[in-house]
């Protein structure tokens, strides 16, 4: 059985106590079965509704408090002169100038000077790259010229110690050109080629150094004589 709502007229013969009883377990049971009141609903849902749109309004407020600025327009960009443009072909080719003179300076130098050394390890450097015995014996030759010309050179030179030098250069000289000619004379005989450039190889040298004997000192002299007669015979008639 459910439980019935007293009347007023019960209420007025009972305890008082006794309606307040009835009354709040009334109030209970119609909110057992019936939920919520649709008032508190609507109130509860106008609650939830301003607080969600409080918080989207603080949330916009936020992200445009921390937006990074928008980016400025790029500036342009100078435009650079005709010399800044052109420096750097500039700055190549006084370099390459500087290489030119050096490699000039070195070929020209003679001994004494301060590129000289590096123009014999350039000279001992084509040597070793010879491929075999009459590319060796040409490369050779080349380098004896090279000391003919030196010693004419230090012949006119002022150098204090030019009898020292021109001594050391006509030793090298009769090295070079006897190590060249010797190897031309392993090979056979039906190489005209070789003997053919050996031949010419000696009537150069012989031109070269016989006009410097009047300018020698008595030692060097007799180093010059003693290499004129080795390559006499290099020297025969032939083409």
């Not at 009354?23 to 008032?39: K, Q």
């Not at 327009?73 to 010399?83: A, E, G, T």
């Not at 150098?159 to 030098?165: E, G, I, K, N, W």
């Not at 030793?171 to 450039?197: C, I, N, P, Y």
């Amino acid at each position: 059985m459910g439980w019935r709502r007293p009347s007023h007229r019960a209420c007025g013969r009972s305890a008082s106590h006794t309606c307040r009883v009835a009354a709040r377990v009334a109030g209970l049971r119609s909110l057992a079965s019936g939920g919520p009141r649709p008032e508190f609903r609507e109130r509860l849902r106008a609650d939830l509704m301003r607080a969600y749109a409080a918080e989207r309004a603080a949330g916009r407020h936020a992200a445009g408090r921390h937006a990074a600025p928008p980016a400025a327009p790029p500036r342009p960009r100078p435009r650079r002169s005709l010399f800044v443009r052109l420096r750097p072909l500039m700055v190549f080719c006084v370099l390459l100038a500087a290489m030119f003179g050096t490699g000039v300076r070195i070929y020209h130098a003679v001994p004494g000077d301060m590129l000289y050394p590096m123009k014999r390890m350039a000279e001992s450097t084509v040597l070793d790259l010879a491929y075999g015995e009459e590319e060796l014996a040409k490369r050779e030759m080349v380098a004896a010229r090279q000391r003919a010309a030196e010693t004419a050179s230090l012949v006119s030179a002022s150098a204090p110690d030019r009898r020292r030098l021109i001594g050391q250069t006509l030793d090298d000289m009769e090295s070079k050109t006897r190590a060249a000619l010797s190897r031309v004379a392993r090979q056979e005989e039906d190489d005209g080629e070789a003997h053919k450039e050996a031949r010419k190889f000696a009537r150069e040298q012989r031109n070269l150094v016989e006009p410097l004997l009047p300018k020698l000192d008595g030692e060097n002299r007799d180093k010059a004589n003693q290499y004129l007669i080795y390559i006499e015979s290099f020297t025969g008639s032939g083409p």
